[in-house]
C-alpha cells in the first residue's frame, strides 16, 4: 500500500475540496481561494500555478501608487486622525499622482515632487508648500514600512515664507452686502449657513434637510454616510429670525439642502459654489474674504455683541480656549475700566 501523499502547507481541505491559504504580498492579510479539485495531487499543481502566476501581479498591484495611498490612510485613520483630516489628505495626494503619472512609489523623483510644487506655488505660495508637506509625509510613511528606501521629496526646495496669520472677519454691513447683491438662492443659502450659523463649508454642502428644525428654530449638524463633523461630534445651532425666513422661502431640498441633484464622486466636495462665491466677493469689493471667513464672522459679531465664549464655543464646536484665542479680544468694551478715575 503507497502512502498518503503529505498535504503542503497552506492547503487545507473542505467541504471535500482543496483550498489555498496564502499571503501574494508580504505584510498584507491573508488571501483564501479555492484550488477547484478534490484530488491531491491536482491541487497541488494548481497552488503552484497560482503562486508563480499571481503572486508577481498581486505584489505589483500591491505596489502601485495608489493602493499605497489608500494603505496610508486607511492606517492613519486607524491612528486616530480625523475623517476630514484624512479626506483631505487623500485629496491631495490623488491630485499629485494625476500629476506625477507614475505607477508605483519608487518611480516617483524630487523633480517630479518640485516641478508640482512649482506649478501649485504659481498661484498660491502657501498652498504649494503645503500640498508638498502632505506628498512628504506620505514618502515617510512609506519609508517607514520599509516600501522605499529614501524619501525623494525631502530634497524639494521650498522657499521660506513668512508666518500666515489670517483671522480675518466681516462686519455686519459686508455681510448685508453680500446677501443683498446674491441673486442665486442656493448661494444665499451657503451665505447665511456661513454667517448666521457659523457652519463650514463642507458642512453647508453635506447639510440634510433633518439637520434643521424649522420649529424649534435649531440647526443639528449630525453625522451621516458621507459626513463626519470635523470635531467628530454632532452639534446644535440656535437658528436666527433672519435665516428662518429666508429658510420658509428657499424650502428644504433631499436628500441634500444644496443642490440636490448633485450627487458624491471622486471630488473632494459633493458640489462647490466656490466660483460663485468669488465672483460674488468681487462684485462686492470684497475680495480679501474667503468662505472661512464667514464663520469667523459669526463668531466675532456674537462675541462683540456681549453672548459668551462658551455658548460660541458649543455653536461653534470648538473647544473655548480656540474662541477665547482668537476672539477675546472682541468682548464687548466694559465701563467698569473707568472705576479707577472716577
Known amino acids: 500500500m503507497g502512502s ?161 496669520q489670517r483671522r480675518l472677519f466681516m462686519v455686519a454691513s459686508q455681510v448685508r452686502l453680500l446677501l443683498d447683491t446674491c441673486k442665486d438662492p442656493e448661494l444665499k443659502f451657503a451665505i447665511y449657513c456661513g454667517a448666521h450659523a457659523g457652519m463650514r463649508k463642507n458642512e453647508v454642502i453635506e447639510a440634510r434637510p433633518a439637520w434643521f428644525d424649522m420649529e424649534k428654530k435649531l440647526i443639528h449638524i449630525q453625522v451621516t454616510k458621507t459626513f463626519v463633523p470635523k470635531d467628530r461630534d454632532n452639534r446644535t445651532i440656535p437658528m436666527t429670525d433672519e435665516l428662518h425666513a429666508f429658510l420658509i422661502k428657499f424650502g428644504l431640498g433631499y436628500p441634500f439642502m444644496l443642490r440636490p441633484a448633485e450627487a458624491h464622486g471622486k471630488a473632494k466636495y459633493r458640489t462647490d459654489f466656490q466660483k460663485s462665491y468669488d465672483n460674488l466677493l468681487e462684485k462686492c469689493g470684497l475680495s480679501e474674504f474667503t468662505f472661512h471667513d464667514l464663520r469667523r464672522t459669526f463668531a466675532s459679531l456674537l462675541v462683540s455683541a456681549g453672548v459668551s465664549i462658551y455658548k460660541v464655543s458649543k455653536w461653534l464646536g470648538d473647544t473655548i480656549e480656540v474662541v477665547e484665542n482668537t476672539y477675546g479680544h472682541l468682548i464687548l468694551k466694559d465701563d467698569e475700566i473707568n472705576a479707577s478715575w472716577q
Not at 495531487?41 to 497552488?47: C, S
Not at 508563480?52 to 485613520?77: F, L, M, N, S, W
Not at 499629485?96 to 505607477?103: D, G, I, Q, S, Y
Request: glycine residues 4%; proline residues 6%.
Open 4 to 164: 498518503i501523499p503529505r498535504i503542503p502547507i497552506g492547503i487545507y481541505r473542505q467541504k471535500q475540496t482543496y483550498w489555498l491559504r496564502w499571503t501574494p504580498v508580504p505584510g498584507a492579510p491573508q488571501v483564501r481561494q479555492s484550488l477547484g479539485t478534490r484530488d491531491l495531487a491536482e491541487a497541488i499543481t494548481e497552488a503552484a500555478k497560482i503562486k508563480r502566476t499571481q503572486g508577481p501581479i498581486k505584489r505589483q498591484e500591491a505596489g502601485a501608487c495608489e493602493a499605497e495611498v489608500d494603505r496610508y490612510i486607511a492606517a492613519k485613520r486607524k491612528d486616530g486622525l480625523s475623517k476630514a483630516t484624512m479626506d483631505s489628505r487623500e485629496y491631495v495626494l490623488k491630485a499629485f499622482l494625476e500629476h506625477a503619472k507614475v505607477a508605483a512609489p519608487r518611480s516617483i523623483s524630487t523633480q517630479m515632487v518640485q516641478r508640482w510644487h512649482d506649478k501649485i506655488a504659481e498661484d498660491n505660495a502657501y498652498t504649494a508648500e503645503a500640498y508638498a508637506k502632505q506628498v512628504r509625509w506620505w514618502l515617510d510613511w512609506l519609508v517607514e514600512e520599509g516600501r522605499l528606501v529614501r524619501n525623494v521629496a525631502k530634497d524639494v526646495r521650498i522657499p521660506d515664507l513668512p508666518p500666515r
